[in-house]
């Protein structure tokens, strides 16, 4: 009986690390990124030359600029910016959202994501693999969970801006954006791949390709 306790507890530790980044074997191991060694992460900083510089970031202070197509913004606060998070397994993003901004459907193949409401109201949600939308409006100090590698977005449907502190259990969870990978890839997706996949002429597919790419 105790040792099928023991294997289960053994067993839940086990995939509990295998669900975010691998974990840490010292005490901190700051980003050099200009190592030029190609790692599962980046290689260590010498020690010696580690400060609190390297574990602050005061980006996420202020709301960044959103008169941008989608009228919304992430500012990332991960390992590029954060040389101290390598290793750590977390990270942050701010977001802000014009009214009627929109996070497009994207998601986070390394990461689980939680956010905090800072200010207005956002309608949120994210698609299961069995295609289920789950969904709420959430308002200032309220929080939304999205299951990791899941489809999701971000909607201020409100009258004034909106922002969202997130939280992920990665020290950099990529990002992928359905719309933007699939319509502005490059080199590009084939238009025959996407009039079929979307059951529409090339017609169409053009004009989102020409809407969604990159401004010059
Ligand atoms: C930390 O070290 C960097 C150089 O690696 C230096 O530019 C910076 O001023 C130091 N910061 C503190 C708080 O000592
Ligand atoms: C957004 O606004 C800023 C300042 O108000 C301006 O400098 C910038 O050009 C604008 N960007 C776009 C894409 O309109
Ligand atoms: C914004 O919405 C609120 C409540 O829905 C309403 O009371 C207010 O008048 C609206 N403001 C503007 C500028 O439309």
Known sequence: MAVTIALCFLLALVSATRAADPDMLQDLCVANAGAGVKINGFAC???TSVNGTDFFFAGLANPGPTNNTFGSLVTAANVEKI?????LGVSMSRIDYAPSGLNPPHTHPRATEIVFVLDGQLDVGFITTANVLISKTI??????VFPRG???FQKNNGNVSAAVIAAFNSQFPGTQSIGIALFAATPPVPDNVLTKAFQVGTKEVEKI???LAPKK
């Open 45 to 47: 900083k010498d020690a």
């Open 139 to 144: 308002k200032k100090g309220e929080i939304f």
């Open 209 to 211: 390709k020409s809407r």
């Open 150 to 152: 899941l489809v999701h």
């Open 83 to 87: 040389p101290g998070l390598n290793t």
